[in-house]
C-alpha cells in the first residue's frame, strides 16, 4: 500500500504565498506522475498540476503555481503565490505509483489540506 501526506495548508491574505508538500510513503518501485488536484464542496475535483516526464498547469493558476519534486524523498511541492480568494479548495495530492517490478501502476490521493484565501 502507498500513503501521501500533505502539509501546509492554512489561512492567507489575498496576495499571499503558501507552499504545500506531499510525501509518499510504502510499497515504491517508482512515481511516473505526482500532482495537485484541488476541491470545494458542492463542485468537481479540479486539475491544478502535475509533474512526471513533463510539467503541467491548469490555466487558472499558470504563473502563480509552481509544482516541484524531490525524487530522494518522494516528495512533491507546490509553491502557490499571488493566492486568490478563488484559490480557496482542499488541495489533494494525487500520485501515480508503480509498486514492483513488473510495472503494475496504480493511482492515489492524499487527504487534503485546506487552504483558505482571505479577501
Known amino acids: 500500500q502507498v500513503q501521501l501526506v500533505e502539509s501546509g495548508g492554512g489561512l492567507v491574505q489575498a496576495g499571499g504565498s503558501l507552499e504545500l508538500s506531499c510525501a509518499a510513503s510504502g510499497t515504491i518501485f517508482s512515481i511516473p506522475v505526482m500532482g495537485w488536484y484541488r476541491q470545494t464542496p458542492g463542485k468537481q475535483r479540479e486539475f491544478i498540476a502535475t509533474?512526471?516526464?513533463?510539467?503541467n498547469y491548469a490555466n487558472t493558476v499558470k504563473g502563480r503555481f509552481t509544482i516541484s519534486r524531490d525524487y530522494a524523498k518522494k516528495t512533491v511541492y507546490l509553491q502557490m503565490n499571488e493566492l486568490k480568494p478563488e484559490d480557496t479548495a482542499a488541495y489533494l495530492c494525487?500520485?501515480?505509483?508503480?509498486?514492483?517490478?513488473?510495472?503494475?501502476?496504480?493511482?492515489?490521493w492524499g487527504q487534503g489540506t485546506q487552504v483558505t484565501v482571505s479577501s
Open positions: 509533474s512526471g516526464s513533463s510539467t
Open positions: 494525487y500520485a501515480r505509483v508503480v509498486g514492483g517490478q513488473l510495472g503494475y501502476e496504480s493511482d492515489y
